[in-house]
């Protein structure tokens, strides 16, 4: 029989196998457009080593502003690249950068850096 010390570290290893593959493996956290002036959605993305939010969710049929702000320095995040809609800028660090995209069609549209190293996904819905 197992006593209660030996069921708590039980317990609490599987609770940890479980959390650790809800990180990897479990649905990414998807951000919304935060508001809507001037006719598009307004959307904030940061990029620091990595784009923050990853997953953005925006509807479709409107246009979208990115309003992107790059942190970093590294040469890796300085394009930014949205390849199905054609749009490819250079991000300078600490400036706002914003990108005007068309109304979309609902799908997933994927951007990366130049590399195509980082990635990040708009998902735009109805
Ligand atoms: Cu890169």
Request: with cysteine; proline share 4%; glycine share 8%.
């Given at each position: 029989?197992?006593?209660?010390?030996?069921?708590?570290?039980?317990?609490?290893?599987?609770?940890?196998?479980?959390?650790?593959?809800?990180f990897?493996?479990?649905?990414?956290?998807?951000?919304?457009?935060?508001?809507?002036?001037?006719?598009?959605?307004?959307?904030?993305?940061?990029v620091d080593?990595?784009?923050?939010?990853?997953?953005?969710?925006?509807?479709?049929g409107m246009p979208v502003k990115l309003n992107v702000l790059r942190t970093d320095r590294s040469a890796?995040?300085?394009q930014f690249v949205l390849g199905d809609l054609g749009v490819s800028r250079t991000l300078p660090t600490g400036r706002v950068v914003?990108?005007?995209?068309?109304?979309?069609?609902?799908g997933a549209y994927d951007f990366t850096c130049g590399m195509n190293m980082l990635r990040g996904r708009l998902i735009a819905e109805s």
């Open positions: 029989m197992l006593d209660t010390t030996e069921v708590m570290v039980v317990a609490s290893s599987l609770v940890a196998a479980a959390a650790t593959a809800l990897f493996f479990g649905p990414r956290k998807r951000t919304r457009a935060k508001s809507e002036t001037g006719g598009a959605q307004q959307v904030d993305l940061m080593g990595g784009y923050r939010p990853d997953r953005i969710v925006v509807r479709a890796c995040s300085e914003s990108i005007d995209l068309p109304a979309l069609k609902e």
